[in-house]
């Protein structure tokens, strides 16, 4: 059975030129599926950061930083690549791993291979904290996403996140998220 959407049919009133005539405007089943992609996946990691914080002290980008780290051998890996795999800025990152550091969650040290890089390290605390903060977090990626999901719908979800991750990623650096990352600078 289709569900009429409940999103509104015009979250953006943008005023369009006749000018512009080789554009692929979407069309309406399009352009609502998009205001309710784009509308749910902001709402949920909304949520989901105001939970982290409200729980356990922590926004979700932090979080994500330490599970990343989390996943490495020794707990560890360049800064450059955190930032890389998780779309941020190295101001933005910078700034997270210090207050990461200020709790004593994170310690930066010297890479090994490379005396200009630096590496992040999850350290015994950070570990214990993203294991008390994890709860949190899957509780509310079960409650806000995949109870509300059917068996087939969370298949569909993979399938068509993959669809659209895919073609983004290169190697180290998404394409999608270029636009909010500083020039590389190829000693990094």
């Keep these: 059975m289709l569900r009429r959407s409940t999103i509104p049919a015009r979250i953006f009133p943008w005023a369009y030129t006749s000018r512009v005539t080789d554009v692929r405007w979407l069309d309406e089943c399009e352009g609502r599926a998009w205001r309710a992609f784009l509308l749910g996946t902001q709402l949920l990691m909304d949520r989901l950061d105001r939970e982290l914080i409200h729980q356990v002290g922590i926004p979700h980008a932090y979080y994500a930083i330490m599970v ?36 004593g969650w994170v310690e930066r040290v010297a890479c090994p291979t490379d005396r200009r890089g630096q590496l992040a390290v999850l350290t015994e605390a950070g570990q214990a904290a993203l294991r008390a903060a994890a709860p949190t977090h899957v509780a509310g990626v079960r409650e806000h996403l995949f109870d509300r999901l059917t068996p ?32 590389r600078d190829v000693r990094d």
């Design 68 to 103: 990343v780290l989390s996943e490495q051998p020794h707990r560890a890996l360049r800064m450059s690549e955190i930032a890389d795999r998780l779309c941020f800025s190295k101001s933005r990152l910078t700034h997270a791993i210090g207050r990461l550091e200020e709790r």
């Design 152 to 183: 087939e719908q969370v298949e569909q979800l993979r399938v068509i996140g993959e669809a659209i991750a895919t073609p983004l990623m290169s190697d180290q650096l998404s394409a999608a998220c270029a636009h909010h990352r500083e020039p």
